[in-house]
């Protein structure tokens, strides 16, 4: 019985004598664990600003590879796209019809002369296209796509007042052109956000609304002119102006934020070493090549008709 006793006691001493595990809350858990991502961070030497900055590039990257690939809103600004290519290359496709209109009321004014004013439309349509993108990172795409339709609608009103050629010049040539600049690049960009796989599809889509614009509107300017008279008919066109854009402004949602100013980065945000590839600039000599032969027959192809039927 007492070598039982003593084994007893040795089994109860040796039982408290050992170590418990700690309970450990959940606060204490909270707070190691956020020691442990800023020792991670200070080992790569990481600031919190830093740290938080990698985050939102990494959730950033991870948003531009998701495509909604269809969708209410996605065909919705598909649909405003469409809408905003009709309502500027459709419309400066369409000039042929004021190149005819304006060598009966200017004879003194030659051809070549008159076709300049639907050059300078086309011309800064795309030369207005890099300022838009640029102004894009620092005002949104809605304002640009609203202030373009403001500035095309105005000028048509403007040019139911015009008295001369010279104003003609400024009026559709520059105004015009301008307003379609600041609009027509978005209508690509933001349609691109919400498709991937079917890119090539609602490029076609958006492309064919357009060239039948191009149809549409010379037959309905030229309707409105033996109607109604030029400044009327100009007139009209500026009122239709209003609801199709303030529309395309409202549908044209953007599903991806501008991205941030790098370190470093210029303020224009244009990479110019990409005019040092070959095969990009290559890209751009042919379609020069294309624009150049495109819009001659455009221009003057209402007017041959009216010398055929005369």
Known sequence: MRILDIITRKLSSHHSESPQEPKTSSSQITLTGRFHDDISNEEQGWTTEESNRRLEISTSNEAMNEFPEGGTRAWLVCAAA?????????MVNSYGVYQSYYE?????????????????????????????????????TRPLVFVGGFIMCLSYFMLSLQNS????????????????????????????????????LVQGIQTAVAAV??????????GLIDTVGYR??????????????L??????????TPPKRKPGQNFLRVNFKVLLDYKFMTINLCWMMYIMALFPGLFYIDLFCQHLMS
């Open 165 to 200: 050629v010279s104003q003609v010049f400024v009026i559709q040539g520059l105004m015009f052109g301008l307003g379609s600049g600041v609009a027509y690049v978005h209508a690509t960009t933001v349609l691109f956000q919400y498709f991937d796989k079917k890119k090539a």
């Open 213 to 222: 614009a191009g149809v549409y509107w010379p037959i309905a300017a030229r």
């Open 104 to 140: 009966s009321t200017y004879p003194h004014v030659s051809s070549n002369t008159l076709s300049i004013i639907g050059s300078l439309q086309s011309c800064f349509t795309l030369v207005f296209a890099l300022p838009s993108t640029v102004a894009m990172y620092y005002v949104g």
């Open 232 to 245: 009327w008919s100009n007139r009209v066109i500026g009122f239709i102006y209003i609801p199709f854009m």
């Open 82 to 90: 469409s809408i905003i290519l009709s309502f500027t290359f459709g």
């Open 247 to 256: 529309i395309a402004s409202v549908l044209l949602k953007p599903r991806l």
